[in-house]
C-alpha cells in the first residue's frame, strides 16, 4: 500500500462550483497535513497547513482532516479559471522527521468558464 | 513578499558531469530542503538541513549527492556524477524553526541529463 495515495483526475469543473480533493494515507504516524497548488512546471505553493485532525479555513479553501480514517481533504468554494492546477497533499510525521514531506500524486483540475 | 528563489532554472548536461544547483532561501528560515520531481511522478524528498548539517536523508540522496551552505544566504545541491534518471525538477524549500513542517518552495531547476 503506497504511504499516500491521491486520485490524479482529471477533474474538471464549472466555474463557481465546489470542488472536493482529498487523500488518503496509511502512517498512522502523519500528524501535519499540507495541501499545495502547483501550477504547470512551476514550484508548489502551500495553500493550507493543519496539525493533526479538524478544519480549517481560509477564504475559498477550508481543508479537512480526519485522522482515524486517515483521509484529508481539501474544498475550494466558489472555483474560479485561476484555480485550475495541480493539487498536491502533502504530509509529515513531526517529531524527528525533520520536516520530510511525503506527497501524494497530485490531482490536476481545471475550472472551465 | 519573501520567497525561495533558485538558479538556473533550466541545466543542461552531458552524463557524468557535475551540476550545482543554488537556492537562496527566505532569509528568517533556518531549515533548508531539497525534493525533486521526475516527469508525471511524484515530489519527492531528497534531505534537510538545519545548523550546518544533514537532518535526514532519502534513499535517493546517495553519494553522487551532497548539500552545502556556502555562506549566510546560499544553499546548494551538488550532483557529483550525473545519470540520466537524475533529470528532473529540483526544488528547494525553506521553512522556520517552529513550524519546520510549512515548507516555502522555489521555482524549480529543471535538469536534463543527456
Known amino acids: 500500500q503506497k504511504e499516500v495515495e491521491q486520485d490524479p483526475g482529471p477533474l474538471s469543473v464549472p466555474e463557481g462550483a465546489i470542488v472536493s480533493l482529498n487523500c488518503t494515507y496509511s502512517?498512522?504516524?502523519?500528524?501535519?497535513f499540507m495541501w499545495y497548488r502547483q501550477y504547470s512546471r512551476k514550484g508548489p505553493e502551500l495553500l493550507m497547513y493543519?496539525?493533526?485532525?479538524g478544519n480549517k479555513e481560509d477564504g475559498r479553501f477550508t481543508a479537512q482532516v480526519d485522522k482515524s480514517s486517515k483521509y484529508i481533504s481539501l474544498f475550494i468554494r466558489d472555483s474560479q479559471p485561476s484555480d485550475s492546477a495541480t493539487y498536491l497533499c502533502a504530509m509529515s510525521a513531526g517529531g524527528t522527521s525533520y520536516g520530510k514531506l511525503t506527497f501524494g500524486q497530485g490531482t490536476i483540475l481545471t475550472v472551465h468558464p | 513578499e519573501p520567497e525561495v528563489t533558485q538558479t538556473p532554472s533550466h541545466q543542461v548536461t552531458q552524463m557524468g558531469q557535475e551540476v550545482i544547483l543554488r537556492c537562496v532561501p527566505i532569509?528568517?528560515?533556518?531549515?533548508f530542503y531539497w525534493y525533486r520531481q521526475i516527469l508525471g511522478q511524484k515530489v519527492e524528498f531528497l534531505v534537510s538541513?538545519?545548523?550546518?548539517?544533514?537532518?535526514?536523508k532519502s534513499e535517493i540522496f546517495d553519494d553522487q549527492f551532497s548539500v552545502e551552505r556556502p555562506d549566510g544566504s546560499n544553499f546548494t545541491l551538488k550532483i557529483r556524477s550525473t545519470k540520466l534518471e537524475d533529470s528532473a525538477m529540483y526544488f528547494c524549500?525553506?521553512?522556520?524553526?517552529?513550524?519546520?513542517?510549512?515548507?516555502?518552495f522555489g521555482p524549480g531547476t529543471r535538469l536534463t541529463v543527456l
Open positions: 493543519t496539525y493533526s485532525s
Open positions: 502512517n498512522s504516524a502523519f500528524q501535519y
Open positions: 532569509s528568517n528560515h533556518l531549515y
Open positions: 538541513f538545519y545548523n550546518n548539517e544533514i537532518s535526514e
Open positions: 524549500a525553506s521553512s522556520v524553526r517552529e513550524r519546520y513542517n510549512e515548507q516555502f
